[in-house]
């Protein structure tokens, strides 16, 4: 069959979100972190849109062709770029392979994480629309590129976010799915101001970013405890 017959509008958004982490990738081969970092961030920008396109034109996807060219390229924006990202930041580090591993295991955990949802999808065995099994990939992106290009960057920190990051993706902690229009525009908003030209965003001093790192921190904290607190709660003795 035509490659025509597969392909809708929401694929070439979702392959503008692959060209973004393929750039990124490039970035980081020419030494220039700073526009991996805002490429990665643009990369989900596209990774929201293709969905939201493909829900409003109402997309059949009969044969699940949409579902796995956005999932390739997650793959590219959301494994791969912020593994290389995050690797070149962290050159010299005192334990030896400690930033090869923690990279790597961004990318093997992202590919799991997609599968895991892919899989789910096909066998109806997802939770819904309102919620992920594991935090959602373009985190990865998010929470590295935002604390990258926020001015307090910090190696060690950044190797343990992401070591938890990666272990989040693979859990099976229920994340929800953010639909409310407000936060999704604060966000867009926020990622596009931690893009700018830095002769332009130098009146604000990286506050966009040091805000889209603070949220998404909180996003990825903040589920986990709340499920280990409902546990304790079950399963904790009845006091009155």
Do not use: H
Not at 3 to 16: Q, T
Not at 95 to 113: A, E, F, K, T
Not at 136 to 144: G, H, M, N, Q
Not at 179 to 198: E, M, Y
Request: net charge positive; aromatic share 12%; with cysteine.
């Amino acid at each position: 069959m035509n490659i025509k017959e597969y392909v809708a509008l929401p694929d070439f958004i979702s392959l503008l979100n692959a060209s973004f982490g393929f750039l990124a990738i490039i970035m980081v081969l020419e030494g220039n972190l700073s526009l991996t970092a805002m490429f990665i961030l643009m990369a989900v920008i596209f990774d929201s849109l293709d969905g939201w396109v493909a829900r409003k034109s109402k997309r059949v996807d009969q044969f699940g062709f949409g579902k796995n060219v956005d999932s390739l390229c997650d793959i590219i924006s959301f494994g791969v770029a912020p593994g290389m990202l995050l690797y070149a930041a962290s050159p010299s580090y005192f334990i030896p392979y400690i930033n090869i591993l923690v990279s790597l295991l961004i990318v093997l955990s992202g590919i799991l994480r997609l599968s895991r949802f892919n899989v789910q999808t096909d066998s109806g065995t997802n939770l819904g629309e309102g919620k992920f099994t594991g935090l959602p990939i373009p985190t990865t992106a998010l929470i590295l590129g935002s604390f990258y290009l926020s001015g307090i960057f910090n190696v060690e920190l950044a190797l343990i976010i992401m070591t938890a990051v990666s272990m989040l993706m693979i859990s099976t902690v229920e994340y929800t799915k953010i639909r409310n229009p407000i936060l999704l525009f604060v966000g867009g908003l926020l990622i596009i101001l931690s893009c700018l030209p830095q002769d332009i965003s130098s009146a604000i001093a990286n506050l966009p970013a040091k805000f889209l790192f603070i949220f998404t921190l909180i996003y990825l904290v903040a589920v986990p405890f709340m499920v280990l607190y409902a546990k304790l709660r079950r399963s904790g003795p009845n006091v009155r």
